[in-house]
């Protein structure tokens, strides 16, 4: 009796643990956030540092299918939120939109055979509004319509330039896969140039992961959208700026040629050096980085893979870049030191829990100064961090 009674209480504390978020579970085959990470030296162009980071293990990632992909191949659909009727997998009658469109509400469906993975950061351009997305997560093949929480960057706009979301006019250069950035200037005969989604530069995604606040966003956006209009006039010949000053959207004022120039001067060199890098530390299994922008430490992103690192690693560099062009507070050289002590710190004051049994999980952990963000996916056969980003506060 005494036995049962112990083990019923056992299991109402780490029922009531699990509940408040005061403990992560650990699966077979998970690498808890932030262990077993390397840190080597930086690469640095002006303002901005990035520390590679290898593991000791790379997962594998092959199955997922990542949002650019999706949108390409036009086997992941995202409109307005309304619009439910149209993506039924089972439809019988002929599609019916509704206008009850919503400003933080999005659907997505996935009609793939491969789980989509979703980076908070990520911008989708069109219906009403540019939205980014506010949060990691993972959809299941062949998904009924899912309800995405976004936020829009596109304030002062509501009127639909289209009945889908899609991906930004950017391009990317797409290679052979043969290494990070592959297909960059220099690889000629492997490049081929694809449009894809932009990723928000680090500030802008704090308000979204971490403030979870509209106003905030569009705040934030405002800033940015300033500052950069500072950067591309000032100068000996200033730029016309006309064009930034007259939109409202994020994704336009990244888009500008001159913005671009200005992102690409600090981006390319940043990432043709690490593209060098990684083709020679590929076996140690380059997962991430630690991002500093004017000697301050701002943000890690870190994967499950080298390969997922590859696929996302030409957009993650040009948000850095971005916001290494618009933050003139100057300090010293971040240390490698520093980037260890900034990976290697994940334990928090409290942590939240989302999850959707037998697909994801996600684990938001606030400590002293800095929000870690870890999605685990939890399909068959997996069992490990995704993706794991940590912001500086």
Not at 139 to 151: I, K, N, R, T, Y
Not at 175 to 198: E, F, R
Not at 245 to 267: F, H, L
Request: charged residues 20%; neutral net charge; proline residues 5%.
């Amino acid at each position: 009796m005494k036995s049962q009674m112990f083990l019923a209480l056992a299991v109402l504390l780490l029922t009531v643990a699990l509940a408040t978020g005061g403990l992560r579970p650990v699966h077979a085959g998970e690498q808890p956030a932030g262990s077993g990470y390397k840190v080597l030296e930086p690469i640095r162009h002006g303002s901005l540092t990035v520390f590679p980071v290898v593991a000791p293990k790379s997962y594998a990632t092959g199955d997922f299918l990542t949002l650019d992909e999706g949108l390409r191949s036009g086997e992941v659909v995202v409109t307005e939120y309304g619009n439910v009727r149209g993506l039924l997998r089972r439809q019988i009658t002929p599609p019916v939109l509704h206008d009850r469109a919503e400003v933080n509400r999005l659907v997505l469906i996935n009609n793939s055979k491969h789980p989509l993975l979703l980076l908070a950061g990520e911008i989708v351009t069109g219906g009403k509004q540019d939205r980014v997305i506010g949060k990691d997560r993972i959809v299941p093949a062949e998904s009924d319509p899912v309800d995405l929480s976004v936020f829009c960057v596109e304030p002062g706009r509501w009127v639909a330039t289209s009945n889908q979301f899609g991906a930004s006019g950017t391009t990317y250069a797409s290679g052979n896969g043969s290494g990070i950035g592959a297909g960059s200037a220099g690889s000629a005969g492997s490049v081929a140039a694809s449009a894809g989604t932009l990723m928000a530069q680090p500030s802008v995604r704090a308000k979204a992961m971490g403030d979870k606040d509209q106003n905030q966003v569009w705040a934030e956006v405002r800033k940015q959208q300033q500052a950069m209009t500072v950067e591309v006039t000032a100068g000996p010949s200033p730029a016309n700026a006309d064009e930034i000053r007259s939109t409202s959207s994020y994704a336009r004022v990244m888009e500008n040629k001159d913005v671009k120039q200005k992102v690409d001067d600090i981006a390319a060199p940043i990432e043709h050096n690490y593209q060098s890098l990684i083709k020679q530390l590929r076996d140690r299994k380059a997962v991430g980085v630690v991002v500093a922008v004017n000697g301050r430490i701002i943000w890690a992103d870190i994967f499950a893979s080298t390969e997922l690192l590859e696929k996302y690693w030409p957009k993650l560099v040009r948000s850095y870049a971005s916001e290494a062009v618009v933050t003139r507070a100057k300090g010293g050289e971040a240390s490698l030191a520093q980037a260890e002590a900034f990976l290697g710190d994940m334990e928090g004051r409290r942590e939240t829990i989302e999850s959707e049994p037998g697909i994801y999980r996600h684990t938001e952990i606030n400590g002293d100064g800095f929000k870690a963000f870890a999605l685990t996916s939890l399909l068959p056969k997996t069992g490990f961090d995704v993706h794991v980003a940590k912001m500086a506060e």
